[in-house]
């Protein structure tokens, strides 16, 4: 385990992956010899869909597994655990081989780069009620136990509340903030959080931006100029465009990863609510299906409940 990463991995106290396959007997012994059977395979399909795997996932999984069978590589229920641990392991390898942006130590916010950005900028996306605004407290109380300092900017200028929510958290967590007046800019209000956290030597700054459907073309072109802009005041910002999605969101997941990431090239997900979820599959789909690594799990609604995606212990928790 790696140092400093809690052993929850959570999704909430729903019975694991594993527990469900056993429960529909795929772990016989005698059936796995015999070559699995229909109902055996369709009975998978099904756990791992109703997981949130998806359907690609799913498939690709249930047919290496005959394979593996056939050729006598899956033989027992240790054989089987085995198996799928690996595969979907090699679903998370391959995101992170596939993505350009590479993740600092799971301890870290990304601040310690090696090519020494300051300040290095997280843009924060999302629909409405994933978590944006508590994934950036979270993100500046991690920044704050590295002794890092940050500047929050408020972006979203038009939900009420939405600035002195995001406030509220600054001052909690003694972090700068920058926001605008009601119905400002968003731009413009990226442009001054940056222009005052490169004058000001800050370490870190998150942008929480609006929420909004994946659907709404205007809000996406306003995201792309906030992007444009923060990185004209900052050479190679943002350095990370981190898309925060709802864990307990299925499918949906999917089709939010696929439309923000043909607005902004994504780097990384966050899957806040996971410990409400008790399917986990969101992010073996996620990851398989766009080649953008899991960063983050959300697991509670206080300033310490993030932590840093840990493949190992996700598969797991997922397999315990």
Same mark, same amino acid.
Not at 4 to 15: L, V
Not at 131 to 147: C, H, P, Q
Not at 157 to 169: H, K, P
Not at 227 to 247: K, N, Q
């Given at each position: 385990?790696?140092?400093?990463?809690?052993?929850?991995?959570?999704?909430?106290?729903?019975?694991?992956?594993?527990?469900?396959?056993?429960?529909?007997?795929?772990?016989?012994? =005698?059936? *796995?010899?015999?070559?699995? /059977?229909?109902?055996?395979?369709? @009975?998978? #399909? &099904?756990?791992?869909?109703? +997981?949130?795997?998806?359907?690609?996932?799913?498939?690709?999984?249930?047919?290496?597994?005959?394979?593996?069978?056939?050729?006598?590589?899956?033989?027992?229920?240790?054989?089987?655990?085995?198996?799928?641990?690996?595969?979907?392991?090699?679903?998370?390898?391959?995101?992170?081989?596939?993505?350009?942006?590479?993740?600092?130590?799971?301890?870290?916010?990304?601040?310690?780069?090696?090519?020494?950005?300051?300040?290095?900028?997280?843009?924060?996306?999302?629909?409405?009620?994933?978590?944006?605004?508590?994934?950036?407290?979270?993100?500046?109380?991690?920044?704050?136990?590295?002794?890092? =300092?940050? *500047?929050?900017?408020?972006? /979203?200028?038009?939900?009420?509340? @939405?600035? #002195? &929510?995001?406030?509220?958290? +600054?001052?909690?967590?003694?972090?700068?903030?920058?926001?605008?007046?009601?119905?400002?800019?968003?731009?413009?209000?990226?442009?001054?959080?940056?222009?005052?956290?490169?004058?000001?030597?800050?370490?870190?700054?998150?942008?929480?931006?609006?929420?909004?459907?994946?659907?709404?073309?205007?809000?996406?072109?306003?995201?792309?100029?906030?992007?444009?802009?923060?990185?004209?005041?900052?050479?190679?910002?943002?350095?990370?465009?981190?898309?925060?999605?709802?864990?307990?969101?299925?499918?949906?997941?999917?089709?939010?990863?696929?439309?923000?990431?043909?607005?902004?090239?994504?780097?990384?997900?966050?899957?806040?609510?996971? /410990?409400?979820?008790?399917?986990?599959?969101?992010?073996?789909?996620?990851?398989?299906?766009?080649?953008?690594?899991?960063?983050?799990?959300?697991?509670?609604?206080?300033?310490?409940?993030?932590?840093?995606?840990?493949?190992?212990?996700?598969?797991?928790?997922?397999?315990?």
């Amino acid at each position: 385990m790696k140092e400093g990463t809690s052993r929850r991995q959570g999704m909430g106290r729903a019975r694991s992956l594993w527990q469900k396959i056993v429960d529909v007997s795929l772990t016989d012994v =005698s059936t *796995l010899v015999r070559g699995i /059977d229909e109902d055996s395979i369709e @009975a998978l #399909e &099904q756990v791992l869909l109703e +997981a949130d795997f998806g359907v690609d996932v799913t498939m690709e999984l249930v047919e290496d597994l005959e394979r593996a069978a056939q050729r006598g590589k899956v033989k027992s229920e240790s054989d089987l655990r085995a198996f799928l641990a690996a595969r979907i392991r090699s679903v998370f390898t391959e995101a992170a081989e596939g993505s350009e942006f590479e993740a600092p130590a799971a301890t870290g916010t990304g601040v310690q780069e090696a090519d020494g950005a300051r300040p290095r900028v997280i843009l924060l996306l999302g629909v409405n009620g994933t978590g944006k605004t508590t994934t950036a407290a979270k993100l500046v109380s991690r920044a704050n136990g590295e002794g890092r =300092s940050v *500047l929050l900017a408020a972006t /979203d200028t038009f939900r009420s509340g @939405a600035q #002195e &929510q995001l406030r509220i958290w +600054a001052e909690r967590l003694g972090a700068d903030f920058v926001g605008g007046q009601p119905g400002a800019d968003p731009a413009a209000v990226a442009f001054d959080a940056a222009t005052a956290a490169e004058s000001r030597g800050t370490d870190l700054l998150i942008v929480d931006t609006a929420g909004r459907l994946h659907t709404q073309r205007g809000l996406m072109d306003e995201l792309r100029k906030i992007d444009r802009v923060v990185g004209r005041i900052i050479p190679g910002a943002p350095h990370e465009r981190l898309l925060v999605v709802d864990a307990t969101a299925g499918q949906n997941v999917i089709h939010q990863a696929r439309e923000f990431g043909e607005a902004l090239p994504l780097t990384g997900i966050v899957l806040s609510k996971f /410990d409400s979820s008790g399917r986990g599959g969101t992010a073996v789909a996620v990851a398989r299906d766009f080649h953008v690594p899991v960063r983050w799990l959300g697991t509670g609604e206080r300033e310490g409940d993030l932590e840093p995606f840990d493949p190992d212990l996700y598969v797991e928790k997922l397999l315990g």
